[in-house]
């Protein structure tokens, strides 16, 4: 997100009502379009549209699943541990720190403890 247009963006996408509370659901466990929609008191369009929302910034991911009938379908988790955001500079920064991150990250202190 190095743009302020990506930062804008990200901050209308994580401010809007509904998405939070997609990702509040499926911050607790995987949840399929359908089950979203039942939790949050949401029509299917608007949870597909939030779900499309998030994952456009990789706040979401999604898994294809196989019911005991064949039928495929999908169920959607979140991608992120914690989202920061500061003021830097008379700028705004917005940093979204993913579980995978943390060897990368403990990599990157390690690096910056010794600069040998």
């Not at 990702?23 to 597909?48: F, G, H, N």
Request: aromatic letters at 8%.
């Amino acid at each position: 997100m190095n743009d302020e247009k990506s930062i804008e963006e990200i901050l209308d996408t994580i401010g809007d009502q509904h998405a939070r509370q997609v990702l509040a659901a499926i911050s607790r466990e995987s949840q399929s379009a359908k089950e979203l929609a039942e939790e949050c008191d949401m029509s299917l369009p608007t949870v597909y549209r939030r779900i499309e929302m998030l994952t456009e910034y990789e706040l979401v991911t999604a898994r294809t699943l196989v019911a005991d009938d064949g039928n495929h379908y999908k169920v959607y988790e979140s991608n992120f541990e914690s989202t920061v955001i500061s003021l830097e500079d008379d700028e705004y920064k917005v940093r979204i720190y993913r579980e995978e991150n943390l060897p990368d990250r403990f990599s990157q202190l390690w690096d910056e403890l010794n600069p040998d």
